[in-house]
């Protein structure tokens, strides 16, 4: 299973992103498809994932109603819709698989539930 991220850049505050996340090797419908990202000095935070097997879809409180996700079952990619973006939403954002459709809950997401991760794309926003 391989996940490549694309789309990340410098961006400024109210601006607006799409992130790419390029799977290969897995059955694309087996699978959830998660956003998370990392700031320096902070913890990993699950932004947003997309079951697609039945299309239900989780955001993090922190990015509701700003960004979007979707999936092209046909190219096996995974989009992230970032709109108004702010210096906050700086990091390493990452996608990952999971197999298990586990990874998301009301509490947020699991990360131990995604077992195959991409290297990352690095969004910077700027005030």
């Known amino acids: 299973v391989q996940l490549v991220e694309s789309g990340g850049g410098l961006v400024q505050a109210g601006g607006s992103l799409r992130l790419s996340c390029a799977t290969s090797?897995?059955?694309?419908?087996?699978?959830?498809i998660g956003w998370f990202r990392q700031a320096p000095g902070k913890e990993r935070e699950g932004v947003s994932c997309?079951?697609?097997?039945?299309?239900?879809?989780y955001y993090a409180d922190s990015v509701k109603g700003r960004f979007t996700i979707s999936s092209d079952n046909a190219k096996g990619t995974v989009y992230l819709q970032m709109n108004s973006v702010k210096p906050e939403d700086t990091g390493l954002y990452y996608c990952?698989?999971?197999?298990?459709?586990?990874?998301?809950?009301?509490?947020?997401?699991?990360?131990?539930?995604?077992?195959?991760w991409g290297q990352g794309t690095q969004v910077t926003v700027s005030s």
């Open positions: 990952a698989a999971d197999a298990t459709d586990q990874g998301y809950s009301r509490t947020g997401m699991h990360a131990h539930f995604y077992t195959s």
């Open positions: 090797g897995l059955t694309f419908d087996d699978y959830s």
């Open positions: 997309i079951s697609n097997s039945d299309g239900s879809t």
